[in-house]
């Protein structure tokens, strides 16, 4: 007897639609082809000990299992629960007449029980496109799938209450409230009234919030660095539903999701520097994410920069200008979203302090420089934000009174991104300041002939380089938007120039 289960395989964030084709013949063998990897090569084992433990048997007879399509790659131990199914049904042991209306992913333990697997949320947006109306998985799982809406999802513990669904048993389809989890958002966050101090540093990342600029922060050990930088999240804009999808199919790959249903904080992303290249942008034989996916729609996080390897600090120069990366093998291509915040930061020297009288080490300049050329150009040319961090004195230290809070911040950021996203409405591709290109900045970041005059002065008394000029125009952009300016005022502009630090030309002195 011929029976079909319908499943997906999942490449990159999306998934493909495989079935599952499962034939019971006179003779004696097990088959499995399709070009199943090692761990769907060792289901039948999983199989045949669930179904013993749950009351039923593998058939001592010729099976055949067919993964179409047969040239599709596929992988993993999701695949244990459909071919389990097909088996009975194939069987006879178990009749069902919702079958062809279903698809089923699940790992199966030696008991019957049914573990949680990965990508359910791509495997369950394919479901819906491919015309199922329910999906059934391990319950685990359950509230991921659920928010796909127009899918009916059942979340089951066991293969014998799945097996009693199928054969017409009511079990509650599972539910989930999307409002209530998007409410949640920021409850329990890290918030910058916790910051005593430092309030040229909050305007800087609020600024880098309101224009989704990069930024690296300069400065010695315990002046607030790592701890600025973690409050980030807590003062973007809420994600929209798009972006919360789009960030769960990637987490869900990974199998990042761990039962809840939504990803609706925006990540963050702090790898330790002995991170490599490929566990940053991602790869593997069977590609994965990297970091700088996972951290799309949020903030990376690349702590004491010149730590970190650079070839893989290098990796990271085209994703930043593509906002995404794309992993090629000999067979197949993937490419993951890679929309991040870069935020880093790094001491002014190796000891960590630099023209500090104070300092219990002194550094000269020529070690300084050896330092600082462990960063490449081309990649501090894509950061848009310089700020010298200074340790906070005792007198702000300690002080009780907590600073602003983030919500305050994020009002401001949230109303300078909803002008952003007026502006750039019919430009596709764009929507925030530090995207924009050369033909973007010519359209809207003109600028008043003292805003003129006081750039080239800038340029030629401090000596910046060429690749600050569009930067300083997406900053002074970002500022004129935080004080609901149409246009780019000279004030703008004066207080843009001073976030270029590491582009003077003798900054050290």
């Not at 998934?15 to 761990?39: C, F, M, Q, R």
């Not at 669930?50 to 695949?79: F, H, Q, V």
């Not at 798009?242 to 990637?250: G, N, R, S």
């Not at 996972?294 to 690349?302: K, T, Y």
Request: glycine share 8%; with cysteine; aromatic share 6%.
């Amino acid at each position: 007897m011929l029976t079909q289960v319908f499943a997906g395989a999942v490449y990159g964030i999306e998934s493909h639609p495989v079935t599952i084709e499962v034939h019971i013949d006179k003779g004696i063998g097990y088959h499995l082809v399709g070009l199943p990897d090692n761990a769907i090569k060792e289901s039948n084992y999983r199989i045949a000990a669930a179904l013993a433990n749950c009351g039923y048997k593998l058939p001592g007879k010729k099976i055949t299992i067919n993964l179409a399509p047969a040239d599709l790659r596929k992988e993993g131990a999701s695949y244990d629960l459909p071919i389990a199914i097909g088996i009975l049904v194939a069987s006879g042991q178990i009749r069902t007449q919702i079958l062809d209306q279903c698809s089923i992913m699940g790992e199966l333990a030696l008991d019957g029980g049914l573990r949680p697997i990965k990508g359910v949320l791509p495997i369950a947006l394919q479901a819906k496109s491919s015309g199922q109306l329910s999906l059934l998985l391990p319950s685990e799982n359950a509230n991921e799938a659920a928010v796909v809406d127009g899918l009916a999802v059942y979340g089951f513990d066991n293969l014998i209450d799945l097996v009693a669904f199928l054969e017409g048993k009511d079990f509650p389809k599972t539910k989930i409230n999307l409002k209530k989890q998007f409410e949640t958002h920021y409850k329990n966050g890290l918030d910058f009234s916790d910051v005593k101090g430092q309030e040229s540093i909050k305007r800087c990342m609020e600024i880098a919030a309101a224009g989704g600029h990069n930024i690296i922060l300069i400065g010695p050990p315990g002046s607030g660095k790592s701890m600025i930088a973690k409050r980030l999240p807590g003062i973007l804009p809420p994600m929209e539903l798009d972006e919360a999808l789009e960030t769960t199919k990637i987490h869900s790959v990974v199998g990042g999701v761990k039962g809840q249903g939504l990803v609706c904080q925006r990540p963050f992303r702090s790898p330790h520097h002995t991170i490599s290249d490929v566990a940053l942008v991602g790869g593997g034989a069977y590609p994965q994410p990297g970091e700088i996916s996972l951290a799309h729609n949020g903030v990376l996080f690349l702590d004491e920069l010149p730590e970190f390897k650079r070839g893989v600090l290098e990796v990271m120069r085209q994703p930043l200008e593509d906002r995404e990366v794309t992993i090629s093998r000999a067979k197949f291509t993937v490419t993951y979203p890679a929309s991040f915040m870069l935020v880093a930061s790094m001491n002014p020297s190796p000891s960590g302090y630099f023209n500090d009288d104070q300092a219990p080490v002194q550094i000269s300049p020529a070690e300084m420089l050896r330092y600082m050329g462990k960063i490449s150009g081309p990649l501090l040319d894509r950061i848009d934000l310089h700020i010298e961090v200074t340790p906070v004195p005792f007198k702000k230290l300690s002080q009780t009174r907590g600073g602003e809070k983030s919500l305050d911040i994020r009002n401001r950021v949230v109303k300078a991104r909803q002008r952003q996203t007026k502006r750039f409405k019919y430009h596709q591709g764009l929507f925030h300041n530090a995207q924009m290109q050369s033909k973007d900045l010519r359209e809207f970041c003109s600028l008043p002939d003292d805003a003129l005059i006081l750039l080239q002065q800038a340029m030629e008394k401090l000596r910046l380089s060429a690749r600050a000029y569009d930067r300083i125009l997406k900053v002074a952009r970002t500022i004129a938007d935080l004080e609901e300016q149409d246009g780019i005022l000279t004030t703008h502009i004066a207080e843009a120039i001073q976030y270029r630090s590491l582009d003077r030309e003798g900054w050290l002195g």
